[in-house]
C-alpha cells in the first residue's frame, strides 16, 4: 500500500469519525424540526509525490423530524383546601414542551374515581370544570384576562419551554367534611392553532418531516392530578352545669329560682386544611334567666360584659384553627345565668 493510499484511508475514518460527533451534539441539543442538514466529504491525496486536486463528494441533505415530547405536572405540590359551595376553585397544573418543535396542545380535564393523591382517596366529584391557559404568565388565574381554553402555540427551548394551566371547577353544595376530589388535566400534541391531535409517522423514514411520539407513554397524551380537599370547617356543642343555690351554696346544689347556671359552648374545628376564620358567637339567654354580670369567657380568659346585649350574648371568637392531626382547634365560650 501506498503512502498516498495511507493518507487517503486516514483522511476517510477522520471524516467518518467528524459525521457521527455532528449527528450526537445536534442529538443532544434538539435540533428543530425541519432543519436542513446537508454536508459535503472532500479527499486530498497525491500521485507518484505529486499532490492533485481536491476531490469533492456532492452534497449529501436530509430533513430533520419532529420529536413530540412534552410533560404535564401539578404545580403546588399540594392539595387545594376549599369547602362545600365554593365556586370558581382554582387548581394549577404545567404544560412543558420538550420536543423540538413550536406545537399546540389540546386539554381536557375529568374526575377521578378512588385514586389516592396526598396520602388521601379521592371520595367526591367536583361540578363545572373547566381549562383556562395562563394568558399573562403571572401564575394566577384571572378570570378576564385567561380565557383560551386550549394551547394555541407553545415553543420549545434547549430546557423546556412552559405554561401555566388551570383548573377552575365548583364544589358541591352538600359535600361532607373532610372528603377529597380528584381531578386528572390530559394535554395531546397538536399542530399550532389545531384542536387535533398530530399522529405519528408509520412506516420508514420519508424525504420530509416525519412525526414521532417520544412522550412517556409514547402515545401523545400526558397527564397530572390536583386535588380539591373539603373541609365543613366548625362544628358546635353546647352544655349547662348548675354552679350553686341560694341555700346550699355550691355543696350538693339543686336548679331552684335563685341558682346559678353556667353554659358552656365548644366550638371545634374538625377541618385538616382550612382555618375557620371571622367565628361569632351567639345566644340568646331564655327569658326566665338573668344574665350574671361578669361571667362571661372566651378560652378562660374574661370579657366585658358589653358582649351581653338585648338578652343575647355575642362573642367574636376569632379564628378557630385547623385539625393539626392530633387535637382539633376549639374555641370555648361560658357565661352564667341566673333562674328567675
Given at each position: ?55 469533492t463528494s456532492a452534497a449529501a441533505s436530509f430533513v430533520v423530524d419532529t ?197 358552656t359552648i365548644v366550638v371545634t374545628n374538625s377541618s385538616t386544611v382550612q ?66
Amino acid at each position: 500500500m501506498t503512502i498516498a493510499r495511507h493518507v487517503k484511508n486516514a483522511a476517510l475514518a477522520l471524516l467518518a469519525l467528524s459525521s457521527v460527533g455532528v449527528l450526537q451534539g445536534a442529538y443532544a441539543n434538539g435540533t428543530a424540526s425541519g432543519t436542513t442538514i446537508s454536508n459535503q466529504a472532500t479527499v486530498d491525496y497525491s500521485v507518484g509525490g505529486v499532490a492533485q486536486t481536491q476531490i469533492t463528494s456532492a452534497a449529501a441533505s436530509f430533513v430533520v423530524d419532529t420529536k413530540i415530547d412534552f410533560t404535564v405536572s401539578e404545580v403546588s405540590g399540594n392539595a387545594t383546601p376549599t369547602h362545600p359551595g365554593q365556586t370558581n376553585v382554582v387548581a394549577t397544573f404545567s404544560v412543558t414542551n420538550t420536543g423540538n418543535s413550536t406545537q399546540g396542545y389540546v386539554l381536557t380535564v375529568a374526575n377521578e374515581t378512588g385514586t389516592t393523591l396526598f396520602t388521601h382517596v379521592d371520595n367526591l366529584d367536583v361540578n363545572n370544570r373547566r381549562i383556562f391557559v395562563d394568558g399573562n404568565g403571572n401564575g394566577t388565574y384571572e378570570a378576564g384576562t385567561d380565557t383560551a381554553t386550549n394551547i394555541n402555540s407553545l415553543a420549545n427551548g434547549a430546557a423546556g419551554v412552559s405554561v401555566t394551566v388551570f383548573v377552575v371547577a365548583d364544589i358541591p353544595a352538600g359535600a361532607a367534611n373532610n372528603t377529597y376530589a380528584n381531578v386528572r388535566l390530559t394535554a395531546q400534541a397538536t399542530p399550532v392553532g389545531s384542536t387535533t391531535p398530530i399522529p405519528q409517522t408509520a412506516g420508514a423514514d420519508t424525504a420530509g418531516v416525519d412525526v414521532v411520539w417520544a412522550d412517556a407513554g409514547r402515545d401523545n397524551s400526558e397527564s397530572a392530578a390536583d386535588q380539591y380537599a373539603i373541609s365543613v370547617a366548625l362544628t358546635i356543642s353546647k352544655t349547662v352545669a348548675l354552679i350553686s343555690d341560694p341555700f346550699n351554696s355550691t355543696t350538693n346544689p339543686k336548679a331552684i329560682p335563685g341558682a346559678v347556671m353556667e353554659y358552656t359552648i365548644v366550638v371545634t374545628n374538625s377541618s385538616t386544611v382550612q382555618d375557620a376564620t371571622g367565628v361569632i358567637v351567639g345566644d340568646t339567654i331564655p327569658t326566665t334567666t338573668s344574665f350574671q354580670p361578669g361571667s362571661i369567657q372566651l378560652n378562660g380568659g374574661g370579657l366585658p360584659d358589653s358582649n351581653f346585649s338585648a338578652g343575647k350574648v355575642t362573642v367574636n371568637a376569632g379564628t378557630v384553627v385547623k385539625n393539626n392531626g392530633t387535637v382539633n382547634g376549639t374555641a370555648t365560650v361560658k357565661f352564667r345565668v341566673t333562674i328567675n
